[in-house]
């Protein structure tokens, strides 16, 4: 059964860049049915969709942070990753990955991981 | 962006009472609606999606109805297993947004 696990520090200074890694396991993320996607949620908040990637690339982001985030996909290891710079307090936010099925009749995000809590403070 | 407000943002109820959460969109999104569950301290999880459609192990008390911008998650006879919050999501266009959540609490 896949799962997805989120890894990376937990603490982020502020202007410093946020770096996070999502491993897929129990099945292939070379998949041409979905694409693997970022979503953070505030403390006490709601959730906000940062981006999503296909295996061969092809990432597309939320257009307001847009000139912030990088996000890349490495099939060999079967994982992909988020990089959000600049970062601020207002980056604070537990950090989930997600499988994104996307189809001409809907998109989901259909299966998370459990979430990695970034602080970002010095 | 597309905004989606979700009513009420909390409400209380018993085991067995039926609840009706309601979310719409400041434009329309077809059917293009998603539903999830979030337990503290745990990643959501997808309930219904497209508006309508069961996502698969989802028990059947759990159900979507609307189209264009007015949509309802309705839970036929609440259990306990169902005090949570609950997010809508629209897919209908980039980027895709979040309901700000409707908390069910016990009564």
């Known amino acids: 059964q896949l799962q997805l696990q989120e890894s990376g520090p937990g603490l982020v200074k502020p202007s410093e860049t946020l770096s996070l890694t999502c491993t897929v396991s129990g099945g292939s993320i070379s998949s041409d049915d979905y694409y693997w996607g970022w979503i953070r949620q505030p403390p006490g908040k709601g959730l906000e969709w940062i981006g999503s990637i296909y295996y061969r690339g092809s990432p597309y982001y939320r257009p307001s942070l847009k000139s912030r985030v990088t996000m890349s996909v490495d099939p060999s290891k079967n994982q992909f990753s988020l990089n959000l710079s600049s970062v601020t307090a207002a980056d604070t936010a537990v950090y989930y990955c997600?499988?994104?099925?996307?189809?001409?009749?809907?998109?989901?995000?259909?299966?998370w991981g459990q979430g990695s809590l970034v602080s970002v403070s010095s | 962006d597309i905004q989606m407000t979700q009513s009420p943002s909390s409400l209380s109820a018993s085991v067995g009472d039926r609840v009706t959460i309601t979310c719409r969109a400041s434009q329309s999104i077809n059917s293009y609606l998603n539903w999830y569950q979030q337990k503290p301290g745990k990643a959501p999880k997808l309930l219904i999606y497209t508006a309508s459609s069961l996502q698969s192990g989802v028990p059947l008390r759990f159900s979507g109805s609307g189209s264009g911008t007015d949509f309802t998650l309705t839970i036929s006879s609440l259990q306990p297993e169902d005090f949570a919050t609950y997010y809508c999501?629209?897919?209908?266009?980039?980027?895709?947004?979040f309901g700000q959540g409707t908390k069910v609490e016990i009564k």
């Open positions: 997600a499988r994104h099925a996307r189809r001409h009749a809907y998109s989901t995000f259909d299966l």
């Open positions: 999501q629209q897919s209908d266009s980039t980027p895709e947004t």
